[in-house]
């Protein structure tokens, strides 16, 4: 139960650093890519995932394994998420979503894939939403 404590823990502590440090509302994005693709790669990854690379989990002596499938889950459901979160909040302007398309999805399947068993939620939102962040000032 120690990693599901601390995982909620920095999974919520990331969201609230999120919406004080974003200027506008990415982090609600962010937070769709964390959900979804974090949420979807697993059950592809056990029902299709042939091909296994190895994470180490948090805080403890034990190792999980991951798909690439289930990783390229990850990176379509983020492709979806950007677009369907750019979308609903309005903020970024069609260049920037253009350009969020490209650099956020792998950023989020790099995260998920060398972050710790556990701690994937809080890094996959994480790095999404500051790369959302740069995106927007840069595409704005």
Known sequence: ???LHTEGVAVWTVIFLLIFVADNRQYVTAVLIGIFA????EPV???FGKHKYRVKAFMVD???WRSYEGSAAV???SVAAVVGGSIWTRVLSDLAIWMAVIFVPPV???AEAVS????DNAAIIASSGIMLQLVDL???
């Open 108 to 110: 989020a399947t790099l």
């Open 116 to 119: 710790p068993h556990t701690w």
């Open 75 to 77: 990176y379509l459901v």
């Open 62 to 64: 034990r190792w999980y």
């Open 45 to 47: 990854g056990i029902a």
């Open 138 to 140: 840069v595409f704005r």
């Open 38 to 41: 974090d949420g979807i790669a």
């Open 1 to 3: 139960m120690f990693w």
